[in-house]
């Protein structure tokens, strides 16, 4: 079966750094258009970043511009989410998600932001 695991998250201090992983198996990632979402609780489910098929696309929301880097490898079937200069608002549970015939999202893991 199709399984997305990210990994990554953890507690970091303002200003600090995290890399995500999203690790997919069950199904290639070549070709396919993917994302990183984030929610805190109370909010609907927020686009943070995605990536087209081939990697040479990438958007981002604006609270994340220029601080988050979204990228894949397709070789190692997983994708990535840099995020640097981090802040407290950044605290909440990342999920990768993966655009095939049908939607697939990862369980998600959790960053948190703190002094």
């Known amino acids: 079966q199709v399984q997305l695991v990210e990994s990554g998250g953890g507690l970091v201090q303002p200003g600090g750094s995290l890399r995500l992983s999203c690790a997919a198996s069950?199904?290639?990632?070549?070709?396919?258009?993917m994302a990183w979402y984030r929610q805190t609780p109370g909010n609907p489910r927020e686009l943070v970043a995605r990536?087209?098929?081939?990697?040479?696309?990438?958007a981002y929301a604006d609270s994340v511009k220029g601080r988050f880097t979204v990228s894949r490898d397709n070789a190692k079937n997983t994708v990535y989410l840099q995020m640097n200069s981090l802040k407290l608002e950044d605290t909440s549970v990342y999920y990768c998600?993966?655009?095939?015939?049908?939607?697939?999202w990862g369980q998600g893991t959790q960053v948190t932001v703190s002094s």
């Open positions: 990536i087209s098929g081939g990697g040479t696309i990438t």
């Open positions: 998600y993966l655009d095939s015939t049908v939607d697939y």
């Open positions: 069950g199904i290639s990632i070549t070709g396919r258009y």
